[in-house]
């Protein structure tokens, strides 16, 4: 069961720190747990497993595509990889060998891809990635993930340590809000209701979960009512809390670190057609655009990210 942190500030830990620990606990548990690094071993603090667990940290050079394939025959042996890039490098430059060598093939990969979308900040346009998601809903079987702080995170890799298949985690590697109390649990393909509402249904994951409640917070002062989800997990989607909580709503929105197109709004989109909700949606994310440079507070307002750019959006439609 997961419970809400009392605490709403920037957690101390980075969730990069919170990775390479709690993979340091697992290999104390289990020597088959691997650390695969492409030259980013200081970016993801995976370098310094080196120092702990030498003989489970494999470091491959600028080769992600290289990395994938290694990675996943490493898993025919009975191993559990765990590999890590920024998230463009982590999708688009090694999508073929994470559809053949991993999916395609079964064998087992758990990726993190870090610093999704305006996450890249000032490593600009060529490193910012807006397409992930979209990338690896398409391939069969993969599961995608976006975890909104480090309890969040550190539940999810334990438990994919103890799954097969292709697992994609994107995440930030900087400190994020606390989101939910230390000792929360979760379950894959469950969205969680994180605020109850009666107006509005928003969705939303990942580093955008505070801007969601903070802009429901305030929507509530103003007499609207918005309902809350965190739907951590984009693929398997949990439709029937979507077609349970829409009912009754005035209006669905989605709220993503993420281009519109094939990404949690789309998913989204997909549930409601089907059932032919005749709910309106409304989807918020990047209209189609390309990174840039910019602090993630920039880049942010610029790609329209915001709990502003929310209650705009909502005080349009009810008004």
Known sequence: MWELSKDTGLAEKEMRVTFRETLECLMGENKKVLAFEADLGGASHFAKIKATYPDNFVQMGISEANMVGVAATTSMRGFVPFIHTFSPFASRRVADQVYLTGAYAQNTLNIFGSDPGICAAANGGTHTTFEDIALYRAIPEVQVFAPADNVQLEWLIKEVTNRKGVHYIRANRKAVSRIYQEGSTFEIGKGNVIRQGTD???????????????AAEELEKEGISVEVIDMFTIKPLDKELILREMRGKKLVVTFENHNIINGLGSAVAEVMADAGSG????????????????????????????????????????K
Do not use: C, N, W
Not at 200 to 206: P, W, Y
Not at 282 to 296: I, N, P, Y
């Open 200 to 214: 509005v249904l928003l969705l939303t994951m990942g580093v955008l979960v505070r801007e969601a409640l903070d």
């Open 279 to 318: 709910i309106p949606l409304k989807r918020m994310g990047v209209m189609d655009r390309f990174g840039q440079v910019g602090s993630f507070d920039f880049l942010k307002e610029e790609y329209g990210l915001t709990k502003a750019h929310v209650k705009h959006v909502v005080y349009e439609f009810m």
